[in-house]
């Protein structure tokens, strides 16, 4: 049988082990429930047509890379055209972002590859050659060999509402992810900020504010304010339009412009806190999970240090070498 894979998940690490094993030749599928690709590589546009172009990155604000062999392939793939460089942070690495918002970087991965999207996975069976999903639509796929790049939680209650009983389980179970809300504001003015636009204030309900402008994705005044990681717990199952007016009062404190409009968008599994330490797990023979709750490419850093677009991109790039070196 002619040896295929199928993606769960076209997040920046499905679409990175995607494009590894077409760059082989390998027949290679990806599934997502969301509209289009990118899962956290995401970005929303402001609606009003008449009004300057406006964007909020919601998900990941931005990208390091200290993997030079990552940034050759993603030259390789033309995904490094669509980003430019923001700033350097306090590690002195690049903070890498896409005027175009950073779900163009996800775009620009999926080029070339068979996405189906919408489609919300529900079940897994496993075959003498091979594995078939189950779609919650009824379509069903099969292949030889599976990656999932679910966040954990996601990839447990799947692999529980399949009835497996895997001893890799345990491990995935290990896996943590914080919670977080994020605020995208419309301003009427200047946000006040200093270039270039990036503030962590130390205490309060907010951890991250991004200016738009200044960032370089937004021609109208619009900023993200990402909520704490408490905050985000707290209020996550409660009224989020509570939550937004909270959230809005707090960044109406620090920036100059009044706010004129809020939309609030809430990550259930927003950044991973506490990681498998290496770069992917063989769950069962040629079933493998990815994705940024393994360690790729920053061996250097504790398991609690939060998990990066750069991780998961060398994470999904591992997974689809093992399926290629096998
Ligand atoms: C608010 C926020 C800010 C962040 N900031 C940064 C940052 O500045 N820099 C940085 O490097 N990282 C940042 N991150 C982390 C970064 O976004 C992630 O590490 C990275 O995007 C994870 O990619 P992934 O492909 O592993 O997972 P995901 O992007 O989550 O992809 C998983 C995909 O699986 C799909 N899926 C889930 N369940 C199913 C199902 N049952 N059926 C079908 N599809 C399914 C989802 O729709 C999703 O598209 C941030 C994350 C958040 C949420």
Known sequence: MEQTTLILGAGVSGLAAARTLSDSNHPVVLIDKGRGVGGRAATRKLGDRS???GRW???AQFATFRSPALLSTLKR???LDVLTPWHAGPDGLDRHISPEGFNAFAKALANGLEIHNSLRITSLTCAP???????ESGETFSATHIISTLPAPQLIDLLEASHF????IEALKQIHYHRNLTLMAKLDGPSGLQAPGCLRPESGILKLIVDNVHKGISEADTVTAQATPDFSLEWYDRDRATAASVLRAALQEIVESPITAVQIHGWKFAEAVRRHPEPFIELSTNFRAAGDGFMAGDEH???EQHARIESALLSGIAAASGILSA
């Open 51 to 53: 009004a300057p172009r």
């Open 57 to 59: 990155d919601h998900g």
């Open 77 to 79: 793939w033309g995904a």
């Open 129 to 135: 050659d091979g594995w078939t999903v189950q779609a």
């Open 165 to 168: 009983e895997l001893p890799a």
């Open 301 to 303: 850093v504790s398991p």
